[in-house]
């Protein structure tokens, strides 16, 4: 696509979506007008193009799904003229309440159909999992995908991959009771003699072929092999997964997400893993920016495990929170029924004696 044809696109998206767009991008994106906000974006994205292009049609095709995932509202009445006694343009009106949906709400066992153990069936791994493992035979990736979408696989097959070439593999997390978790779980799937860890309260098979660690333990062995001090699990290091890489904008902790990437050893490949980077191709084009090779942005926005939203009430009643079984984004006001009534009678039960009720 041109520069033209973007710039064309970029001025048919509602400034929404160009906000989006320019996190992480623009600065102070929000008090820009939509024609500076689109100069800053080109200019901005100059010597990448092609990463705004793709971003911004990630965008768009999520802004489509909603949309075709929202249920159809009626045509609002168009309003009549000021009536004499409305209150000053100075003063907030007060707002009225959204028009109910016409459509039935949905019932609690459709709410819960579908919930459960899914009948057994063969594995077959998505295209963007194929996409992340072939990337990582030449250079770095950075996956950047929805929660409960399969990054597991990735890592784990990834890991698979580098120990049968006899390449020691190291996998961080940023807390110590995930990394436990990956230990217990790595060490079913690869068995207990080849996993090891390594965190500020643990140390277990330290010099196994798979080390799960947190982060600050993996950049104290970075610093500690630039001093002069090297460890042989580096000079056999193939492999390294940074889960949980949306730490990387973290105030105060990002900065060891940093050093870690700045002080890998160029013959291991870096994994990054994330469903919430904001800006994964900014992320790619830095680690193509400082790494021996150009890294590689595997992006999926479809979420593989659909979200649904209920309500709980302190009696034990269970309602959908919603009228449809999934959650209606950009139509927050369509409540289900029953969790209106409940609301309702928490707030009555709740609230104090002696103040009016509503």
């Keep these: 696509m041109t520069t033209d044809e973007l710039t064309q696109l970029l001025v048919q998206q509602p400034i929404a979506v160009l906000h989006r767009l320019a996190r992480g991008r623009v600065h102070r994106h ?192 970075l610093y500690d092999a630039a001093s002069g001090e090297i460890d042989v699990r580096l000079d056999t290091l193939g492999l390294v997964i940074l889960d949980e890489s949306q730490y990387l904008a973290d105030p105060e902790r990002g900065v060891v997400w940093e050093e870690t990437i700045i002080f890998c050893p160029s013959q291991a490949k870096l994994l990054l893993l994330s469903a919430s980077i904001g800006n994964p191709q900014d992320i790619a084009d830095w680690l193509t920016s400082i790494r021996p090779s150009p890294c590689r942005l595997v992006r999926h926005s479809k979420r593989t495990v659909p979200l649904r939203a209920g309500y709980l009430h302190p009696d034990g009643k269970l309602t959908p929170l919603f009228r449809t079984a999934g959650i209606p984004y950009g139509h927050p006001g369509q409540l289900h029924p029953e969790a209106k009534r409940l609301f309702v009678q928490y707030e009555e039960d709740t609230l104090p004696s002696g103040r009016p009720r509503r």
């Design 30 to 221: 929000f008090r820009t007008g939509k024609r500076r906000l689109i100069e800053l974006l080109l200019q901005h994205s100059s010597q990448n193009l092609a990463g705004l292009e793709s971003d911004l049609q990630a965008l768009i095709g999520e802004r489509q799904t909603r949309a075709q995932a929202a249920p159809a509202r009626p045509a609002a009445p168009r309003p009549a003229a000021q009536h004499p006694s409305a209150p000053p343009p100075g003063r907030r009106p007060h707002r009225p309440h959204e028009p109910e949906s016409t459509e039935p709400a949905v019932s609690l066992a459709a709410w819960l159909e579908g919930l459960g153990v899914p009948t057994p069936q063969p594995f077959v791994p998505d295209p963007w999992q194929g996409e992340a493992l072939a990337g990582l035979a030449e250079t770095d990736v950075v996956v950047s995908v929805p929660t409960g979408s399969g990054k597991t696989y990735v890592a784990v097959e990834a890991a698979r991959r580098a120990m049968e070439e006899n390449r020691t593999v190291i996998y961080t997390s940023p807390l110590k009771a995930l990394s436990n978790t990956k230990f217990t779980e790595f060490s079913k799937i690869f068995g207990s003699d080849r996993v090891g860890i390594l965190t500020g309260d643990r140390q277990d098979n330290s010099q196994a072929p798979l080390l799960i660690m947190t982060t600050e333990i993996l950049r104290n062995l």
